[in-house]
Each structure stands twice: as structure tokens, then as C-alpha cells.
């Protein structure tokens, strides 16, 4: 009889051991790198909204910002919903496995009070005083060990039912603290990302707006499907040369001609400040070229045009201009020269001699970061 009970008692205390201080720790460390992570959020988001933009160009790269900021909350809520599933999965498992070890306890109490309940109820087979029940020396001797048996039993197993139950407030305790703390935190990042969707539909309304005001017609799909959508622009680059879809493609004031929804922004900047000097719009006669288009040009003048897929054209960053400056050194063609870049346009080394193209004309991302 003493030997399945000891078994029983020694996977008892070592499911305490196993439960004992670890699980605390695991806990309070998912609760510190969450906070950590939620400040970092918070501080990365606050030094965002402190800036205005002073240009279409800077509007719309901050209405891309919010875009972005948007997709990175996102996944940061997700990653940490997974992270905290992890914690109340580790959780869960040691709270049944301390039920386990409660039932298992329970069980062992069943013999002892047995045992108890028979050398109270039973006179003949021992009595609670085995000096007054007489007998002979044998059997003395053998209810005195069963008493000693017994109350070392009882004492064993007050002991360890007393720190199961310890153990099993603890971890329902820690259990309830990390749900609350997951709840806030994950209550903290929607409310970062609520501001966010407020912050970037404003700079997309707002420079929506501009944009109609200088006659780029947006259409409706600047949230959702359709075309042009300025805060898109890093998907540009997973399409080829020629292929580019309509959402990244903006149309530009001059009727019919569409670039990469970046460099037709600049494009608006670009034609505000010519149109102030020359008193006219720039004139386009090429921008966006579709693979199809560039095939057709390409096989109608060889040698004049870039091998299809090849050009900057197909990427949405090239234009052809005229109104004067097409010719090489033209009032218009020194001013573009001296102004472009300022807006993140130039003229390209190649086109100065091979072949020389006055009139095509490319935008760099990078320059355009020169805008104050
Ligand atoms: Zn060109």
C-alpha cells in the first residue's frame, strides 16, 4: 500500500517543481517585450505627425508614410496576437497539468481516509488506541505502524494540496493578468491604428484635392480599386518594364498622358513652376509607354526609339516634351536644365549625344528629395 502512494506523491511534487517559477517568468516577459514594442510604436508614430507637408510631392510621399505605417501596425497586431496564443497555450497546458496533479492528489487521500475511517470505526481491528484495545504484541506493534503510516500520510498530503492549491491560484492569477495586459495592448495598437487611417485618408483627400485643382483627375479609386493611387507606389517596382497596372499610373493635367503616380506628382509641381515662368503648361508629346506601345514605335522608327522593355518610358518615369523644349538650349530647355531637379527631373547624360533626345526627359525618386 505504501509504495503506489509514494509513486503518486513524487509525480505530485514533480509537477510542482515543473510549475514552480518558470511559467511566472515566461509571462512577465511576454508582458515586457510587448510594452516595449507598443512604445517604440507609439514614439515612431508621434514623430511622424509632427511634420506638414509644403508640396504635392512631400504630401504625397507622407500620405505614403501613413500607408505604410498602417501595414506595419497591422503586422506588428498580428505578430503579437500569435506571440500571445503562444503564452496562453504554454498557460493552459501547466493549469491541466496541475489538475492532473490535484485529481491525482484526491486519489491518494481516498486510502488514508479509508485507513482512518477503519481504525476509528473498528474496535476489534485496532481502535484509535491501540493500548486500550489490548492484543498481543504483533498486532500493537502492527496498528501502531499503521497510525504512524497514517498521520505521516495525512501530514504529506496536507502539505502538497496546500501548495497545489498555491500553485493553482498563481497560475490562474497569471493567467488573468497577461489576458488583461494583451487586451490592453492589443486596445492601444487599434486606437495607433485608427489615427493612422484618419491621418492618411486626410493626406490623400488633401492631396487629392490639389491634384484636381490642377486638373489631374483622380477618379474615384484613390482608396480603394481603380486607378492612380499615390500611396501605392512601392508596388511599382514588382511589375516589369512596360506592364505597369492602372492603380500606379496617375494622369497627368495634360490631357491623356499618365507616369508613376511619384513622378507624375513631381510632374505637377514641376508644371506649376513652368507654367508661373512661361505663363503656359508644359507640353507633353510621350510619357507612360504600355509594352504594346513601345513594340509599335519601336518597329516604326528602329534605331530612334529604346529596345521595347528597355525604356524608362515603361516604367512611368519618362516623359517627351515640347512647347520649345524640344530644342536643344531654348529658353525652356535652360530652364527645365536649371529647375527639373529641384522637383526630381533632369535630363539624362545619354540624351545630350546618344542619341540626342532634348526632349526626353526622366525623373529620379532621389532627387526629388531635394524639395524643400
Ligand atoms: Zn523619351
Request: hydrophobic residues 40%.
Amino acid at each position: 500500500m505504501s509504495s503506489p502512494r509514494s509513486a503518486g506523491l513524487i509525480a505530485v511534487v514533480t509537477v510542482m517543481t515543473s510549475l514552480t517559477g518558470a511559467s511566472t517568468a515566461a509571462a512577465a516577459s511576454a508582458r515586457t517585450t510587448v510594452d516595449a514594442s507598443a512604445r517604440t510604436d507609439a514614439a515612431v508614430w508621434a514623430g511622424e505627425l509632427g511634420k506638414e507637408p509644403t508640396s504635392l510631392t512631400e504630401l504625397r510621399r507622407e500620405a505614403q508614410k501613413a500607408y505604410k505605417s498602417i501595414e506595419d501596425a497591422n503586422r506588428a497586431l498580428v505578430a503579437r496576437q500569435k506571440k500571445f496564443a503562444g503564452v496562453e497555450k504554454e498557460l493552459a497546458g501547466k493549469l491541466t497539468r496541475l489538475q492532473q496533479a490535484t485529481a491525482e492528489l484526491n486519489r491518494l487521500r481516498k486510502p488514508l481516509s479509508d485507513l482512518a475511517a477503519s481504525l476509528y470505526q473498528d474496535p476489534s481491528v485496532g481502535g484509535l488506541s491501540p493500548f486500550i484495545a489490548g492484543g498481543d504484541g504483533t498486532a500493537i506493534l502492527r496498528r501502531m505502524s499503521d497510525m504512524q503510516h497514517l498521520v505521516a500520510g495525512h501530514n504529506t498530503v496536507l502539505s502538497e494540496a496546500s501548495k497545489l492549491l498555491e500553485g493553482q491560484q498563481r497560475l490562474a492569477q497569471e493567467a488573468q493578468e497577461l489576458r488583461a495586459a494583451s487586451l490592453l495592448q492589443e486596445a492601444q495598437l487599434s486606437a495607433q491604428v485608427t489615427l493612422m487611417r484618419k491621418r492618411s485618408t486626410t493626406l490623400v483627400r488633401s492631396l487629392t484635392r490639389a491634384l484636381v485643382k490642377l486638373g489631374v483627375k483622380i477618379g474615384q479609386g484613390t482608396e480603394g480599386a481603380g486607378g492612380c493611387d499615390p500611396t501605392r507606389i512601392a508596388q511599382a517596382e514588382q511589375y516589369p518594364n512596360g506592364l505597369l497596372p492602372k492603380n500606379i499610373l496617375c494622369p497627368l493635367p495634360q490631357g491623356g498622358e499618365t507616369l508613376r503616380a511619384d513622378a507624375a506628382i513631381a510632374f505637377a509641381d514641376l508644371n506649376l513652376a513652368y507654367k508661373k515662368r512661361f505663363g503656359t503648361p508644359m507640353c507633353i508629346s510621350d510619357s507612360y509607354r504600355s509594352l504594346g506601345e513601345q513594340q509599335a514605335v519601336y518597329y516604326r522608327r528602329p534605331g530612334f526609339a529604346a529596345t521595347p522593355g528597355k525604356s524608362n518610358h515603361g516604367l512611368g518615369l519618362a516623359v517627351d516634351l515640347c512647347g520649345g523644349v524640344q530644342s536643344f538650349r531654348s529658353a525652356q530647355f535652360n530652364w527645365l536644365e536649371a529647375n527639373g531637379k529641384k522637383y526630381g527631373w533632369f535630363h539624362p547624360d545619354w540624351a545630350y549625344h546618344s542619341p540626342f533626345e532634348p526632349w526626353h526627359w526622366e525623373y529620379d525618386p532621389k532627387l526629388g528629395s531635394l524639395l524643400p
